[in-house]
């Protein structure tokens, strides 16, 4: 079985532009999250999505966004890059049936790492 | 809410010889405990999980972790330290009650393991 991948692996962009990174789960998998992860703040909960529908937030301005597609690829959005948001992106997924879905561990990807300019 | 203290940044040991890594965690309600082990420019990879079950938890590579209530630990040992485990080490919680907890799980600041010949 294919485990998470995300594209790109690598991106490079200057303040005030926006950026889409993509993540394609497990196959069978319903459940993504985001996470960043940054040396100063360390692995921090972004958002999640099930079946289409964002079910949990983190404390991240609005310029963080997502979305889930019926396949249950996710695509993450940022805009107005600021230099803060260079990190590596995390997603990770899950089968995310079972209400209290936190029984099942997530499957992480390899990240994006997005260096701001 | 829920949180994570990992007690140690950084571990030192020499090959062959016992590593721990210690955690505490507060959960408002009965948590599920994870750890997770980050190589260098790799994505995250689950060690081991607890869920309450048994409260030693016996994960890959010879890790083992005890749940102790009483204590709010989730420590994890191994005893004859690889060259191939440096890396990162994250101990990871999450609520077992959907709403707020879906999809997110919250990480200690990490505890790099660093292991000698």
């Known amino acids: 079985k294919a485990g998470v991948t995300q594209t790109p692996r690598y991106l490079i962009k200057t303040r005030g532009q926006q950026v889409t990174l993509s993540c394609s789960p497990i196959s069978g998998h319903r459940s993504v999250s985001w996470y960043q992860q940054t040396p100063g703040q360390g692995l921090q909960f972004l958002f999640e999505y099930f079946s289409e529908t964002q079910r949990n937030k983190g404390n991240f301005p609005g310029r963080f966004s997502g979305r889930q597609f019926s396949n249950s690829r996710s695509e993450m959005n940022v805009s107005t890059l600021e230099l803060g948001d260079s990190a590596l992106y995390l997603c990770?997924?899950?089968?995310?049936?079972?209400?209290?879905?936190?029984?099942?561990?997530?499957?992480f990807g390899p990240g994006t790492r997005l260096t701001v300019l | 809410a829920q949180s994570v203290t990992q007690l140690d940044s950084h571990v030192s040991v020499s090959e062959g010889t016992p590593v721990l890594l210690r955690c505490n965690y507060s959960s408002s309600y009965s948590p599920s405990l994870f750890w997770y082990v980050q190589h260098p420019n790799k994505g995250l990879q689950l060690l081991l999980k607890y869920t309450s079950a048994a409260t030693l938890v016996k994960g890959i590579n010879g890790f083992e972790a005890e749940f102790k209530k009483s204590e709010t630990s989730f420590h994890l040992t191994k005893p004859s330290a690889h060259m191939s485990d440096a890396a990162e080490y994250f101990c990871?919680?999450?609520?077992?009650?959907?709403?707020?907890?879906?999809?997110?799980?919250?990480f200690g600041q990490g505890t790099i393991l660093t292991v000698h010949p």
């Open positions: 990871v919680v999450s609520d077992k009650v959907g709403g707020t907890s879906y999809g997110k799980l919250t």
């Open positions: 990770a997924s899950t089968s995310g049936f079972s209400p209290q879905s936190s029984y099942n561990e997530q499957f």
